[in-house]
């Protein structure tokens, strides 16, 4: 049974183990160590790249397979067919970037025109980037923070429902605070909810054993019926509406817009202090040392005398709670109200955004900004080019396959193997 | 490491166990005390409860039952009370689980009691409903069962069921042809758990990640491809043939078991035979010895000369088949065209079942049963005009399975290496 | 059928574990395969039974040249083999376990014809004596009913040669007996038994010849009638104590751990720990000496707050050591725990991590959740020249040291504070020479400083040359203490096999076992 038990231990890619600067700032006159650093750096960079051109290459294809008339053109036509191949795949992919980040030209000739107008359009795009990156960096550090410990978190999508649930509520119940008092106290709330809804898949692994991952995905279940039934109540929902929707949130809770007229909002600096909070929790303080020493090897964890269910469920307190900030982010950034099915997936997506991130913090920013691109540039695609904005959700389940197996990618790109051959693997079963 | 008692010790496993029969015993008095007062005593004394038993022009009609609401109600808490008072003094031993069934039934008659105060409730419609929402959770349970006696955990049922869905209404409509859409289902079924299983198996995938992958994969693939293809060709491509109902000779006539039972379209005696075939299979023949043995304890199937690699890979794509087979319910089998993520979950409620059901077909069949059941009821709800939120009844088959997994009420045991994967030494 | 091995040798990464093994089995015999722990037994037996391939040398059946590519091959070859730990499967009933792989069915789609291997089992049960209720699920059953059901498996595949590995390293004395009158059953039937086994009274009683393992080559082939257990306890572990550490006389000062009784059961829920007593003083090395599975990773968890005893007292000068792992550390215990990979460090962890790696939330490595790196780096500065750990970093990851090193990092970490009491398990398992030295030297310096000290070993070299006493334990109790005076390699190993030296008898702790809660070892 030991045997077995040893496989619980948590490995999703073999990078961050080794790559990651231990609990000490770097010494200089290793200059050798630091120079592997550089390499394994670019090692941890390099297969999430390759990830990442596989699936836009599988994506490319899905595109060409799916016109109708393409593929009538391979028969008439096959050398005009691959032109008109690529130059589809390259609008579709172009459409998305320039959704994403904008039109470098238009960028440029705004810069200097000093025209508010023409600059405020020009960054469109990008803010659009930073509203969908927002909730993405912490749900993505909610799934990172729970992998480090061994746990998969399958739930940031119903915690960040909960968090939404209680931010909204915070937002419109108190009236007449100032806003440096209101607004702290609904993002907390946001926080508090989604830790709630954390707190019970981590108590029940840490008290019965019950899998992590069954547990939150029915969690996520019940939070939409939760939410659903509480947007009916009298409480909850909007005077005078029949639909499911809550009351506006007070201005003074409002997160407010990062420049005027465009809509990324000071949510993002909170996204970006929870990454160098996790960074910190994780790397520099003592609970993080716990949580990466259960993660790795919980007998060794336990043999040192640390607590397996402590950190089993302070992690998925903290990780709830950093979905929960996500929605929080989300409702009192954006529209102020929440309403079912607000959220596209984000906490879905916070998975694909923490394997990709390799589940270091700064890997799950870089990550949340390349998935935000590719949501806020999805949207403009299709009505530029008539691609379905789902192409996206392809590309990043591919990229998950190609992240999950990097046995495959090598294949692929027929890189050899590193040292630790089979270290992809990481098992864990149901039950207890 | 004070001195511990010697004397008479109980392992721990003992101790648990028999807090957890007190654990239940508590819950089955609340239950009773909780149906008397909301099912009893917030009924007045008089009212009786309706239930239709035959449609009117039924060959063979029944009268109407009719009980005194109230009454009814607290006969019933007093069953469950009695049951909860020996629960907590001696435990049932061994047959809990019959007690829990008596209980869930009697809370659930006091429950439709209580809704039909007053009124008549079609008793035979709403069992009717029941069969027809648990059949793809049904199929899901069962593409679960095969998966994970092998040892593979299968969380990507519910990509399976909508790729089902999707690819049978394609084929189906493109060629007129709703058995060749049924065919198609099955096979891109399977063709999504080969890949699984090469990503389990071969790569050594975390099985929960290449579930999840093909999950999100499925959803991305069908919404993108129904903006692609079926929006501007809704016609030649999202108008399958239906598959009607097929009344069995003389069985569909027998008062409401008839309707509820055999007069079903082909999908539902499929699962049907398909539940008996797999039950028999995995428990009566070599085919399912085997398998168990690869779910319980690969290394010992393989030193007796079991292919442990064959047994799963073979067992992911049935698996994954029958659940491409229960995808086709969705359209060709139900609505018709297909409408982006309409398995809405059910994939999900499928894996409860098979939990719920102890990893046994027919087990998890009648947890299907029970789901569909809290489905059919919520999707009454605004007729029969009844104060509980539709939505605290679309949770309980998560709620459930939650409770089941935590081993708060029973044991669910999953097969030993479920989701491990196997290494040849 | 005759079974010959002939030159066999096999090599894994950095060992030789078979070097030119011969081995012959004839018809009809118990072939004694007799060594320590490591000595090559195992690797032998599954080379034979095609789960390894040897690197050299080959197998003959009746003088026949025979290759198998896995275990399938050998159960063809009329093979059976009884493993150490059980390949049965726990909720499958007797029946559908023997019959596994090799099912009866009946009709075109296979269904089980359970009836009519039931009625096989119970043919063959009854002919050899195994008693078996061919319904019962194996989970229910005790382990040596387990085993039954091992050897019927065998037999109800028509193995001609059975291996048993270790077969009563999990029974009781009665249960011993019972193996034993099964396999003289099997043999006067014409079936060949491979007996694998370090018990020398168990070879003496039931084998037709013996050949001993000593770390991996064959030390010498004899039978019963021309062997005693002295001769044989030579062959088995070697006259010549290799290691020497140098070390004054100990100068034993307060008793600062007691164990009073201590009951502690394993998983099965047997009294792994059988009412055990013992002291170390300060000042003092107490060696514990014994084959594995006896207890010993009980008492050591039981010690360091990692299981829960049953019954008993631990007392650490005098007062009760509290019950959680962290508790037990800052009462000042050092602990080299037995599994150096899986226990003691965290692989992917760096050196200067895993030096902390039980300290790390008190000062001066933390103050409240805040890690001090500059602290954690100047300790593993310091330690790693201290105890001259080979790592080009400290902030490599501990899993890419030598084995050697890594226990450095262990015991650097656990003696580089004020200890009153050191449990080492195992602690030069794997290592090479000079570890091996320096780990000693480490521990008898500690011990020079006044701690107490409790080595936990099965190498009896180890054993005697860091004892101040010897002690021996045997089913989960100390069957004797000896002075490394006394504490020859024979008469260890006759203690260590469960035989003791006055007598000449097996120890029969069952019957001695005090009546206070007592219930049989395994029952």
Redesign the interface.
Known sequence: MADESRHQELETTEAPASAEPAASPPVPEAAEASGNRVLSALRGILLPALALLAAFAVGAIIIIVTDFDLLGQWGSDPIGAIGASWSSVMRTYGALLRGSIGDPGALFSALFSADWEALRRAFGPLSETIVSATPLILTGLSVALAFRVGLFNIGAEGQLYLGSLFAVIAGFTFVGMPWFIHLPIAVAAGFLGGAVWGFIPGLLKARTGAHEVIVTIMLNFVSYNLINWALKTEFVQREGRPDPISKIVEPSAVIPPLIDGLRAHWGIVIALLAAVGVWWLLFRSTKGFEFRAVGFNPRAARYAGMSISWATVLSMVTAGGLAGLAGAAVILGGSGTLSPGFSPGYGFDGIVVALVGATRPLGVVAAAFLFGALRAGATPMQAATGTPIDIVVVIQALVIMFIAAPALVRAIFRIRAERRMGSEVFAKGWGS | MTAAPAAPVMTRAERRLRTRQRILGVVYLLLAVGMVLAFGVSVGGDASSSFGLTAPTAPIALPNLVVPSATTAYLLAAVVAFAGAVQLTRGFGTRWAVVLGLVAFAFVFAFLTWVAAGQSMNLTGLLETTVQRSVPIAFGALSGVLCERAGVVNIAIEGMLLSGAFVSAVVASAFDNPWLGMLAAILVGGLLAALLAVLAIRYRVDQIIAGFFINILVAGLTAFLSVRLLQPYQNELNTPERLGPIAIPFLSDIPVLGPVLFRHNIFVYLLFGLIIVIHLGLFYTRWGLRVRAVGEHPKAADTVGVNVYWVRYSNVIMGGMVAGLGGAFFTIGSTGGFEREMTAGRGYIGLAAMIFGGWNPIGGFLAALVFGFADAIQSRLSILSIAIPSEFLLMVPYVVTIIVVAGLVGRARAPAADGKPYVKE | MKLELRGITKRFPGVVANRDVDLIVQAGEIHALLGENGAGKSTLMNVLYG??RPDDGEILIDDRVVAFD???DA?DAGIG?V?QHF??????TVT??V?????T?RGP????DRRAARERIVEISERHGLHIDPDATVEDLPVGVRQRVEII?TLYRQSNVLILDEPSAVLTPQETEDLFAVMRSLVATGTSIVFITHKLNEVLEVADRITVLRRGTVAGTTTPAEANREELAAMMVGRDVQLVVDRTPAQPGEPILEVRDL?V?D?R?HNAVNHLDLTVRAGEILAIAGVQGNGQSELVE?I???R???????LLAGQ???????D??EAGVA?V?EDRM?????????V??NLV??S??QPPF?S????H??A??SNAETLVGEYDIRT??I???VGNLSGGNQQKVIAAREFSRPIKLIVAAQPTRGLDVGSIEYIHRRIVAKRDEGAAVLIVSSELDEVVALGDRIAVMYRGRIVDTLSPEEATPERLGLLMGGAHPEDGEPVDLVGTAPA??SEPSDG
Do not use: C
């Open positions: 789960l390894y896995g275990p399938g159960i083999m493993h390949m049965l499967v726990p909720v499958f559908e376990n019959m596994l792989g090799v099912e069915t789609l296979g269904q089980l498996k009951v059961r998983e829920g039981a360091t707050g990692l829960e005893p049953d019954a008993g007292d631990v009760p050591l509290a019950d959680t792992p962290r037990v550390f602990h725990p899986e226990d003691g460090l965290i692989a992917d962890f760096t200067a991590d790696l039980n790390y939330w933390a409240g959740l805040r890690l790196g500059e954690i780096v080009p970093s902030f490599n990851p206070a809660g």
